[in-house]
C-alpha cells in the first residue's frame, strides 16, 4: 500500500462519532474492532525482567490473529484529520551485489526510538510541536501505521511505554513474538500519569523465526551497572536453516556523557562475542560466530568514540546506513530533528549494525529531506517520534562450506 495515501472510504459510516473519532475499543461502534479484539485477547502479566538468559517460554500463541490489512485501513481511518507521512522509498545500495533468492529471502529489519508517552507530553519539550500532535490516542495509530507499512520479520523499538497494554498484544496478533526489558530507573516515572518505565522492545516474526535464546542485558560501565539495557535474540531462521543474533538497545542521552556510552557499548560488545562465539554447540564453534545486527538508539554521533568500538570491532559489524551515501562510507546527515529549549538539534543517532561477512544489505529506506520534515521539525502531525525510523532488508551470505 502507497504509504503516501490513507484510505478515506472503508467502513466510513462506522468511523465518525459526533464529529471526531471515536474511541478505540468502544463497544457503541466497530471502527476499531480489529485492534480492539487484540488487546481485549492479551493477558497482562509483566514478569521478572532482569533474568540473565531465558528460553522461550511464551510465544503469545494464544491471541486471536488479526488481519494486517484490516488494521492498517483502521489506523488509516483513525488519522484521517492528519496529513498524510511524506513518502519514503526503499533503495538499493550501489555498491552491493543482491543475494538474496527464493531459497535465500531477504529479512526486514526495523529500528525506531518511537518516543516514549511520558517524556513526549511532560519532559521533553519540544516546544514547536502542538500537544495535540503527541496525544497517544492518535499517536499509537500513526506508529501503527509505520510498522503495518513496512511489515519487518525484526523490529527493535526503543523508549517503550506502552508495551504491556499496546505493542505486545497487538504484535502478538500479527504473529510477532515480543522482549521487553525496562530501564531500571525509567524518566518515565517522574511524570504524573505516566504508563509505567519506559525501554527496549524486540519482536520477531514467528512465521520466519524460532526462540534459541534470549538474554537481557543491563549495561554496565566501569564494572557499575547502569540504567541503560539491551536485549539479545538468537534465533534461527526457519527458512534457510542459519542462526542470527539479534540485539537491541538504546544508550546513555545527552552530551557530557561520552565516556559512559562507550564504556556501555563496550560492555555490550563484550556480551555479544560470548553470546554468538557459544550458540549451537560444537558445530558453531566449528563454523564461526553466527551473524549479528545490532540495532539501537546510541545517542552518539560517529565521531564518538562508542561508535568508532563497533565500526572496529573484532565482531565484523558495519553499519548499514552508510551504504546510502555515494562512497559507502558516510552516516545520513540526521537520524533526529528536533526543536527544544535549548535550541535546535540536528543529529545522526541511530544505527543498524549488521556482520558484514556473513550478511548483505538489499534495500535501505531512504532518510526523509529537510522540506519533507518541516520547519517545524520532529515529532510533527506528520511523524509520532522525534526519531526517525531506520529500516534495511538484509540476506545471508553464502557460507564458504556451502560453496564447496
Given at each position: ?46 514478569p521478572d525482567p532482569y533474568t540473565k538468559e531465558s528460553p522461550d517460554q511464551d510465544l503469545d500463541q494464544d491471541l ?251 565482531l565484523g559489524l558495519s553499519s548499514a546506513y552508510k551504504l546510502l551515501s555515494c562512497d ?77
Open positions: 500500500m502507497d504509504p503516501t495515501h490513507r484510505c478515506e472510504s472503508v467502513g466510513e459510516p462506522f468511523f465518525r462519532q459526533s464529529g471526531g473519532v471515536c474511541q478505540m475499543g468502544s463497544s457503541s461502534s466497530r471502527s476499531f474492532g480489529t485492534m480492539a479484539q487484540a488487546l481485549n485477547s492479551a493477558t497482562m502479566a509483566q486471536v490473529g488479526v488481519d494486517p490489512d484490516q488494521l492498517l485501513r483502521e489506523c488509516e481511518v483513525a488519522l484521517q484529520r492528519r496529513p498524510a507521512r511524506p513518502r519514503r522509498d526503499l533503495v538499493c545500495p550501489r555498491l552491493v551485489a543482491p543475494c538474496s533468492h527464493k531459497h535465500n529471502p531477504s529479512i526486514r529489519v526495523m529500528q525506531w526510538n518511537i518516543l516514549a508517552q511520558a517524556l513526549g507530553e511532560g519532559k521533553d519539550g519540544f516546544i514547536r510541536c502542538p500537544l495535540e500532535a503527541l496525544s497517544w490516542h492518535e499517536r499509537k495509530y500513526q506508529i501503527l501505521e509505520e510498522i503495518l507499512t513496512y511489515r519487518p520479520d525484526i523490529l527493535c523499538l526503543q523508549e517503550v511505554d506502552h508495551y504491556y497494554d499496546t505493542f505486545r498484544p497487538i504484535m502478538a496478533s500479527l504473529g510477532y513474538h515480543g522482549s521487553f526489558l525496562p530501564k531500571p530507573w525509567s524518566p518515565c516515572l517522574d511524570v504524573e500519569h505516566n504508563n509505567g518505565p519506559d525501554g527496549c522492545a524486540l519482536f520477531y516474526r514467528r512465521s520466519r523465526f524460532s526462540l534459541h535464546s534470549t538474554a537481557h542485558l543491563r549495561l554496565s560501565a566501569m564494572m557499575l551497572p547502569t540504567n541503560q539495557v539491551a536485549i539479545a535474540q538468537t534465533l534461527h531462521c526457519q527458512v534457510t536453516g542459519r542462526w542470527l543474533c539479534v540485539a537491541v538497545t538504546h544508550l546513555k542521552a545527552r552530551s557530557g556523557w561520552e565516556r559512559l556510552r562507550s564504556a556501555q557499548g563496550a560492555d555490550l560488545l563484550q556480551s555479544l562475542q560470548r553470546i554468538t562465539s557459544h550458540c549451537g554447540g560444537q558445530k558453531q564453534a566449528e563454523l564461526g560466530a553466527i551473524p549479528l545486527v545490532v540495532c539501537g538508539d546510541f545517542n552518539a554521533e560517529p565521531s564518538e568514540d562508542v561508535y568508532r568500538r563497533f565500526s572496529s570491532s573484532p559507502g562510507k558516510t552516516e545520513p546527515a540526521y537520524t533526529t530533528w528536533k526543536i527544544r529549549p535549548s535550541g535546535e538539534s540536528c543529529s545522526t543517532l541511530d544505527y543498524i549494525w549488521y556482520s558484514h561477512d556473513a550478511l548483505s544489505v538489499e534495500t535501505l529506506l531512504d532518510i526523509p529531506t529537510e522540506e519533507q520534515i518541516g520547519p517545524d521539525r520532529l515529532p510533527s502531525y506528520h511523524y509520532p517520534s522525534d526519531h526517525l525510523s531506520l529500516l534495511c532488508d538484509v540476506s545471508f551470505r553464502e557460507e564458504p562450506h556451502r560453496l564447496l
